[in-house]
């Protein structure tokens, strides 16, 4: 995956850069607004992801201006400003994720994967998630593993399904709460552990292998562990 | 009326006094009462003109009906006894004191009779009413005198003049003039009078107002605008003024508790990560241990993270700046929403979540806010709801209307709250249990207060007999925009007190 840091203070983007390439991606880094237009509007890139205050030109303006030439390359925001209102701000003007700082960089990650992957992918969504013997059917809403059905309850459905789009990707608890339930505050409790243990009871007990990850330090994941 | 306050005495801060005079040519009073001045005056002046041009009218008028029946008269004799006979009259006429003029001639204008000695030339050429300049004698030629006249033809072209001076009505002008002058002159200095005054009654209290803005501004946080009690405009000012004052003694102390509170609870975890890093580097001899030792560390950078956005939440919410992001929400979605969010945990806890959820329940406001305001409320309902006697363990959510609010309710059978501590836990950092043995940091339930105030409500805690009923009331949705500065305190309810209780973020 081939990403731009739009970041202006040179210790965080060197940190950033660094972070990516251990996790085996591209980084490109540009120090201000301006540079980072140009070297987006090249395109090549797979994600963005840019700071909100910076010189010369500022993110959202950053964002808006590619918008408006057609160049749908998903960006995600980084912001010290972190209100309610920041957030609707920053997708309004054409940002597809919002994180504010201080991030840990697992959760930066995470958000950045499931962003190229939307990119990578944009033809209609399947009907049926398959995992291994796992199987969501959205329509019929009817989980399968194996040849048992398996009952879940409405939210559950919607759990297993986000999980199951991203599979093979880190799924934090923030990115489960926003998706799920769409709520964008820190619940801090383990209350979306509680959920997934829930889920994982139904998915996994009795089977060899799970199905349901848990990503020490990040979050979930969904991915066949043959 | 503050002139003579005691905290203008020695203020730095005031400005060298300008001579008075100058300073009330630039008041509103004074400019008013000008304006005022200028309009009374053009309106006397008008009521007067039209006094004046009504009078003479009047007299015209007079003087005509009295030069015309006199014509009418004369003709008449002249009718009956020929010319000799109306020059006999006329002579005799003419002689009598204040007689009117009179002047007979022949047709080619040679004076037959009268008691007119010089006339404009052509006067007597034209027929009917003209006003005129005139001598009765030959001394008078010099102060000519003026007079309505007219001109009668006369059988085989004799002509008969008949005119009254209108002396009189000139008088009369000269009168009106002088009056109108007079007053004009006295309005002028009345007003400039009068409104010396008034702007000098007005000067005198904004200057108070003044003087005390600038002890406040110079520091003086509890200065506050005098009110005279008449309820008069600058009183309603004052009123407005002092009540912003409050509000913003207010803020300046919540913000100074705030940042005492910050420095003390921030201080602490700083403190503590400080340490473990520096333990660390000291003592650790293993990989693993050092490893353990960050991941210890960034608990601890991410509970101060979370200390901090809590604190800047608080913050936003008490000055009220996040109106752009208020919908119409259906409140009984967002409540069932996290009363299912929370049921595992409260599983978990060996608690029964059950709702009581009116359908439909519409209000203003912001979806994040209260859905994290309620996420508080579960949260700490299953920390501190274990039910310390017989009592179920089951934790309530309840949202119904009540009248034109809304009622969202989380009860426990816990400890409680003591009525004592109700209003302090709604404060920042403020937490009950001594021993700290529960995650938190005691900015739960100030958040939710924020944002219930924020939508223009009320946060109660109440006796839930046993346990504690934290009660968030709502303005139901209406058609207009929420008040957001709404300075209500959510107060604590003056049900029985209770034992120890807790809260946490």
């Known amino acids: 995956m081939r990403l731009l840091i739009v970041e202006d203070d040179a210790e965080a983007a060197a940190y950033l850069v660094k972070a990516f390439r251990e996790a085996g991606h591209v980084a490109d880094h540009a120090a201000d607004g301006l540079e980072g237009y140009g070297m987006a509007e090249g395109g090549g890139y797979d994600v963005l992801v840019v700071d909100r205050m910076l010189p010369r030109l500022d993110g959202l303006s950053l964002i808006r201006s590619l918008r408006e030439q057609n160049d749908t390359t998903p960006a995600l925001i980084l912001s010290a400003l972190a209100q309610v209102d920041d957030r609707v701000k920053g997708l309004r003007a054409g940002g597809d994720d919002y994180l504010p700082k201080p991030y840990a960089f697992s959760e930066l990650l995470a958000r950045v994967e499931v962003l190229s992957r939307r990119r990578g992918a944009p033809a209609a969504e399947p009907i049926v998630y398959r995992v291994g013997d796992l199987q969501l059917d959205r329509l019929a809403h009817r989980v399968t593993r194996g040849e048992d059905e398996i009952v879940l309850q409405p939210r559950e459905f919607r759990l297993l399904e986000y999980l199951m789009k991203h599979a093979g990707q880190v799924v934090t608890r923030t990115m489960l709460l926003e998706n799920v339930w769409d709520y964008h505050f820190d619940p801090q409790t383990n209350v979306i552990d509680v959920h997934v243990s829930r889920l994982r009871g139904k998915i996994d007990k009795g089977f060899d292998k799970p199905m349901i990850h848990t990503i020490r330090g990040a979050g979930y994941m969904v991915r066949d562990a043959s | ?505």
């Open chain 2, 1 to 505: 009326m503050t002139q003579a306050d005691d905290t203008r005495a020695g203020t730095p801060a005031a400005q060298p006094r300008q001579s008075l005079l100058p300073n009330l040519f630039r008041t509103t009073a004074f400019k008013l009462t000008a304006v005022y001045l200028l309009v009374f005056t053009l309106f006397a002046g008008v009521v007067l003109g039209y006094v004046a041009w009504n009078a003479k009218r009047l007299l015209d008028d007079q003087i005509r009906s009295t030069i015309d029946a006199e014509i009418r008269g004369l003709a008449e004799q002249q009718r009956l006894g020929g010319i000799r006979r109306l020059v006999n009259i006329i002579e005799r006429r003419s002689r009598a004191p204040g007689a009117s003029l009179y002047l007979v001639t022949t047709p080619v204008g040679e004076r037959i009779v009268g008691n007119i000695e010089a006339l404009p030339p052509g006067a007597l050429d034209r027929p009917g009413e003209s006003e005129i300049d005139y001598a009765r004698s030959s001394e008078a030629l010099d102060t000519p005198g003026r007079a309505i006249v007219r001109v009668f033809m006369l059988p085989a072209g004799f002509r008969l003049l008949v005119g009254r001076d209108v002396e009189e009505r000139e008088r009369l002008g000269v009168v009106i003039r002088r009056a109108a002058a007079w007053s004009l002159v006295l309005v002028f200095v009345l007003g400039c009078v009068a409104s010396w005054f008034v702007a000098r009654r007005v000067l005198k209290r904004v200057d108070g107002m003044t003087d005390t803005a600038r002890t406040i501004m110079a520091g003086d946080l509890k200065g506050r605008l005098a009110i005279s009690g008449t309820g008069d405009e600058l009183d309603r000012l004052a009123l407005a003024l002092n009540a912003m004052l409050d509000r913003i003694g207010e803020l300046m102390a919540g913000m100074q508790q705030v940042s005492d509170n910050v420095a003390h609870d921030l201080k602490t975890p700083l403190t503590r990560l400080r340490n473990r890093a520096e333990e660390a580097l000291r003592t650790a001899t293993s990989p693993e241990e050092l490893r353990a030792a960050l991941d210890g560390s960034i608990d601890e950078a991410d509970n101060l993270i979370r200390v901090f956005n809590a604190l800047l939440m608080i913050a936003r919410l008490e000055t009220g700046r996040i109106q752009d992001s208020m919908d119409e929400l259906d409140l009984s979605e967002i409540v069932s929403g996290m009363a299912e969010l929370y049921e595992p945990l409260a599983e978990e806890a060996g608690l029964e979540l059950v709702t009581e959820i009116a359908p439909g329940l519409r209000i203003a406001g912001n979806r994040e806010l209260i859905g994290q305001a309620l996420a508080n409320l579960i949260d700490n309902a299953l920390k501190y709801g274990q039910p310390i006697v017989e009592a179920p363990a089951l934790v309530r959510v309840a949202a119904v209307q009540v009248g034109s609010a809304v009622e969202l309710a989380v009860s426990d059978h816990g400890p409680g709250i003591p009525e004592a501590d109700r209003g302090r836990v709604l404060e920042r950092f403020v937490r009950l249990d001594q021993s700290r043995s529960k995650p938190g940091f005691g900015l739960g339930l100030s958040l939710a207060s924020g944002v219930v105030r924020l939508h223009g409500g009320q946060l109660r805690l109440e006796d839930n007999a046993p346990g504690l009923r934290v009660v968030m009331a709502l303005p139901l949705a209406q058609r207009k925009p929420v008040d957001m500065a709404q300075p209500e305190a959510a107060r604590p309810s003056t049900a029985a007190p209770n034992p120890a209780g807790l809260q946490s973020v």
